[in-house]
């Protein structure tokens, strides 16, 4: 069916996404080359049962024909994380990633969350490819969180009371 009307301009979308506050993730994978990483803030929660979880991988970036089909670790980052997602975003940066050793979907070390995926399904998302995975091994650890809006990073403390009371 046509379009009634004309599609928004890149910037009139960025300019409304840029307004909506992501945690900031590495998702990290296996390549044919070794261990690599790409930071993603288009990951979210999608089912419980079966655990499913969605990421949104651009089509040009480099990792893209790699990562679609294979096991990946979505690494969601703390406060103090910040040169750790730039790197991973392609800034020139003196960081040196720290990975787990043998484990067997390659994860940084000491992210505030992990979340080890197998592949579930893979649709199409316009310049992105939307893939889900199902969440096979996770784990957590304490500390405030990193933070992406008005195309810049932030942080938010963790709250003092737990999250207990909701799970
Ligand atoms: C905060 C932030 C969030 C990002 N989110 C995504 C994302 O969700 N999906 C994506 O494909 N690229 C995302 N990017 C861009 C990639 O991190 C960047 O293009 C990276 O260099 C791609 O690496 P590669 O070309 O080596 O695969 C994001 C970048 C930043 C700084």
């Known amino acids: 069916m046509p379009h009634a009307l004309a599609p928004p301009s890149p910037d009139a979308l960025r300019a409304c996404m840029s307004r909506f506050t992501t945690g900031v993730t590495v998702v990290t994978f296996a390549a044919d080359d070794g261990a690599r990483g790409v930071t ?73 969350a992990w979340l080890e995926c197998q592949p579930w399904r893979a649709f199409d998302g316009g310049d992105h490819t939307l893939v889900l995975g199902r969440v096979t091994d996770l784990g957590h650890r304490d500390g405030d969180a990193l933070t992406y809006a008005w195309s810049r990073f932030g ?11 909701l799970i």
């Open 155 to 165: 942080t938010v403390p963790q709250l003092a009371e737990g999250i207990e009371h």
């Open 40 to 112: 993603m803030n288009s990951f979210t929660s999608v089912s419980a049962d079966p655990p499913l979880v969605l990421i949104s991988v651009a089509r040009r970036a480099r990792s893209h024909d790699q990562l679609i089909d294979r096991p990946f670790c979505i690494n969601v980052l703390g406060a103090e994380q910040e040169p750790i997602a730039r790197l991973f975003a392609g800034a020139r940066s003196l960081t040196e990633p720290r990975w787990v050793p043998d484990a067997p979907v390659p994860r940084l070390d000491n992210p505030l």
